[in-house]
């Protein structure tokens, strides 16, 4: 499984969990990987860095998502599918050290495709305020 493919894997999945309440993060990994026929081990690997590592630095990454959107906006206004992407980039580019470049392109890429019209601008946008800062 490519890199790219895996990542998307990763997000269906983090979107996936912001919808559920009460949720067992490994037992739904296996789940996931299950229902979705993940056997290729260094997906795996990868999806569970991404799940395990943006829940953990849940807060400091809302935090940084709030730093860097508009003065008047909440968190609580951006869209679940973008908070979702928001939160798959700044934790692959701040805690993975990836490359921004790879990370944001990537990511502005399952914006055109999952979010709204505006969810490529906004993504982008936010990712760039966050590279800005130099974290």
């Given at each position: 499984m490519k890199r790219s493919e895996a990542r998307e894997q990763a997000f269906k999945l983090l979107y996936s969990l912001q919808l559920i309440e009460d949720k067992d993060i490994e037992e739904q990994l296996e789940l996931f990987f299950e229902e979705n026929n993940i056997v290729d081990k260094d997906a795996i690997d990868y999806i569970k860095d991404i799940i395990i590592g943006t829940n953990k630095n849940n807060s400091e990454i809302e935090?940084?998502?709030?730093?860097?959107?508009?003065?008047?906006?909440?968190?609580?206004?951006?869209?679940?599918?973008?908070?979702?992407?928001?939160?798959?980039?700044?934790?692959?580019?701040?805690?993975?050290?990836?490359?921004?470049?790879?990370?944001?392109?990537?990511?502005?890429?399952?914006?055109?495709?999952?979010?709204?019209?505006?969810?490529?601008?906004?993504?982008?946008?936010?990712?760039?305020?966050?590279?800005?800062?130099?974290?």
């Open positions: 935090k940084n998502i709030s730093e860097n959107i508009k003065v008047d906006w909440d968190i609580s206004r951006i869209s679940k599918i973008d908070l979702t992407l928001l939160k798959l980039g700044i934790y692959e580019i701040v805690y993975s050290k990836l490359p921004y470049k790879v990370v944001i392109n990537e990511v502005v890429e399952l914006a055109k495709k999952y979010g709204d019209d505006k969810s490529k601008s906004f993504v982008n946008g936010v990712l760039a305020g966050v590279i800005k800062k130099g974290i």
